[in-house]
């Protein structure tokens, strides 16, 4: 059981809106769809999340769902979070990309000591942290901290960051010691290469620091590229809420299959649309939604999302779940349950990726015109999101077999 030091006792900043609830801010995400839909063409012409979006996003709370109250967050739970971000990702798949990542990176900076939290959220707690993790930078140790050099590639939401979160190699003759570092915005040079044929629109551009000294503080030793930005040698968390003492990589993964999720849904939503205006090339020549093939294969697709976004946020339920029960009762969130929790999220990805395939094709060849036809669009989105090497579900089914079977 993890030994719990408080963080009550010292100065906190009020969050922008003390009563705000879960239920209000999910009906904020619905209430933007519209919004977002429109500017889902602008979004991907100029390669980012546009400043009068993320302005939206700012002002409505959105980066402070998982973010400690202590710190001016609303501290709500994990299948909130989940909620939000596909309702996000339903109006436009790319902001609802950089809004997860970064949104959801406050669980990452709460094992970062007290005094580093109190600096990087200074007095107001607005903190956006995008994130990468490979290629690893280099760290050498000197007095203080250490000298750090990298080029990480791919930091989804790097536009409208106040801060960069990297991982960086200490090399020596063993094993390399992994150590996730927190950057000021300001002391990174951005590269844009991102040239890629989906998510255009999260502005996941080259990160470049060149011998830069980062003090000890800033500094946080995780598991590396196997676990991603699981912290290792820690002895407890700052916060009495147990979100703050679970494992990071099953919500890692959490993050990005709500999006798929919710792009799914969006998809679903412009399929809808289609099916009541679009006619059957074939006898008697009426709108798809009254012909029956059209029907099975919406229903298909419905579903399929229905699954997984019930999935979902139960996933986010047993989280919050295990991380309580290792915090107050001392049952390990090992493992087994880590393992449990990425099986879900990643099949959900594949029940998603498996309906916006269905409706793409049934869609007609329209739908891949380069103007005018999201659904396309979200297609080449979520194709690109599969492609991250940690949602490849092949890897997760054979240690948790092996797992069951404790070998």
Known sequence: MP??????????????????????????ARA??????????????????????????????????????????????????????????????????????????????????????????????????????????????????YRVSGKWVSSSGIDIGTHFMGLANIVSEGEPT????????????????????GM??????????????????????????????????????????????????????????????????????HYEELLRTKKTPYPPYQEKYLDGISQHQYGTALAMISTAEAALVRSGEEYMEYARAWKEDGIPFDDNHELRLILITQRCIELAWDAIELIYRTAGTSASAKVGMPIGRILRNVAVLRTHPVLQHDQTVVRAARSSFGL
């Not at 906190?12 to 705000?20: H, K, V």
């Not at 000591?113 to 760290?139: H, N, S, V």
């Not at 980062?214 to 002895?235: F, I, N």
């Not at 099953?250 to 998809?267: D, H, K, N, W, Y």
């Open 200 to 269: 255009r629109g999260t502005g996941s551009k080259r990160v470049d620091v060149e011998d830069l000294f980062v003090p000890h503080g800033r500094v946080l030793q995780v598991s590396g590229m196997a676990r991603g930005a699981e912290p290792t040698g820690q002895d407890g968390v700052l916060f009495d809420n147990p979100m703050y003492s679970g494992r990071m990589s099953p919500f890692l993964i959490g993050e990005t299959a709500a999006v798929a999720v919710g792009a799914a849904r969006g998809a679903l939503d």
């Open 32 to 145: 933007l769809r519209p919004l977002l839909r429109a500017s889902q063409a602008d979004c991907e012409a100029e390669g980012r999340v546009s400043a009068a979006i993320n302005d939206r996003l700012v002002s409505e709370g959105f980066y402070r769902i998982v973010q400690p109250r202590r710190f001016g967050g609303y501290e709500f739970d994990i299948a909130t979070f989940y909620k939000v971000i596909m309702e996000v990702s339903r109006g436009c798949t790319e902001t609802g990309w950089v809004l997860s990542l970064v949104g959801g990176h406050p669980v990452l900076v709460s094992r970062y000591p007290l005094e580093t939290q109190i600096e990087l959220y200074g007095d107001t707690g607005e903190l956006r942290c995008p994130g990468a993790l490979t290629p690893p930078g280099r760290a050498v140790p000197v007095e203080g901290g």
């Open 3 to 28: 030994t719990i030091t408080s963080a009550k006792s010292t100065a906190s900043i009020a969050p922008p809106e003390p009563f705000l609830t879960p239920v209000e801010l999910l009906r904020r």
């Open 178 to 197: 992994h150590l996730q570092v927190i950057l000021d915005i300001d002391q990174c040079t951005i590269v844009d290469d991102w040239t890629v044929m």
